[in-house]
């Protein structure tokens, strides 16, 4: 009977001792938490930047191959200085959403939204074997943080074009007003995902890009996709995504409409 009163008693302290552990390693993972969102924030960020970089030194290389054209060099210059001013807005955005902040919406017509993310990626698509089919209906407009949802767009339209590389496709950018939500639809012909990848598509740094299989400079971060969770997420909205090996990819966006009463 003493025996079992001491294993009992024995038991009783290492439950207490596993209990206390337990409770000092919750206490090091908040205190870690500080550090855990700086880091994710500084790879979203560089993975975000560096979608901008390419045509910045694009628009400079351009400008620098005509010294003697000013009109072609200050065109050049105007398209650096917007993108700057993009890169600054996609910053303060990325922070905010890092630190729960809320930022404000605004109704933004979608046409304009779209046009200005070919007018940054400084590339035509053409030149790629890519065809853009664009449906959006002209004073479509959605509810959102536009810098944001352009975010979302512009990595959705880089992992097609990196889809259909080299051998081109057609990406084709829909969008259509629903009662309650406005559904946007940006589908490829390119290589598609494999079925044992799509419930990972979107868990950060899950990548099925490498640098030996991919063309874009940036590939293989994982970031893009779980960040444009995190943005729809902020929005109240959805993104999912229907693929297939070898017959393209189409990622579904559903942003809802303003309710009464909300900001």
């Known amino acids: 009977m003493a025996s079992i009163t001491a294993r009992r008693y024995a038991l009783h302290r290492h439950l207490e ?21 700086m880091g994710t924030v500084s790879y979203m ?17 351009f400008a620098l191959s005509a010294p003697g054209d000013k009109a072609l060099a200050e065109k050049a210059l105007q398209k650096v200085v917007t993108n700057c001013n993009r890169v600054s807005k996609i910053m303060d955005s990325m922070l ?3 630190n729960g902040e809320t930022q404000e919406k605004e ?3 979608l046409p304009g939204l779209i046009d200005e993310i070919f007018t940054c990626l400084c590339r035509d698509f053409a030149k790629d074997g890519i065809t853009v089919k664009i ?3 002209e004073n479509l407009t959605v509810w959102a943080v536009p810098v944001q949802i352009q975010q979302v767009l512009m990595n959705l339209i880089l992992n097609a074009r990196d889809a259909m590389l080299p051998r081109g496709g057609v990406l084709t950018i829909e969008a259509a007003e629903k009662a309650d939500s406005v559904e ?6 390119g290589s598609g995902i494999e079925p044992g990848n799509l419930q990972n598509i979107f868990e950060m740094f899950f990548t099925t890009k490498t640098r030996d299989c991919s063309a874009a400079d940036n590939s293989g971060a994982g970031l893009g996709l779980s960040f444009c969770k995190m943005i729809m997420d902020g929005h109240e909205g959805s993104i999912t ?23």
């Open 107 to 109: 109704y933004v017509r």
């Open 135 to 137: 449906k959006v209906p």
């Open 241 to 263: 995504v229907e693929s297939e090996p070898d017959n393209g990819s189409k990622f579904g966006i559903v942003l809802p409409k303003q309710q009464s009463g909300n900001s």
């Open 17 to 37: 001792v596993q209990e206390h552990q337990n409770q000092a390693l919750k206490s090091q993972l908040a205190g870690l938490q500080p550090l855990i969102s």
């Open 45 to 61: 960020t560089a993975h975000e930047i560096n979608n901008l970089l390419t045509p910045l030194k694009s628009y400079a290389t």
């Open 96 to 98: 905010a959403l890092a």
């Open 184 to 189: 946007i639809e940006v589908a490829d012909t």
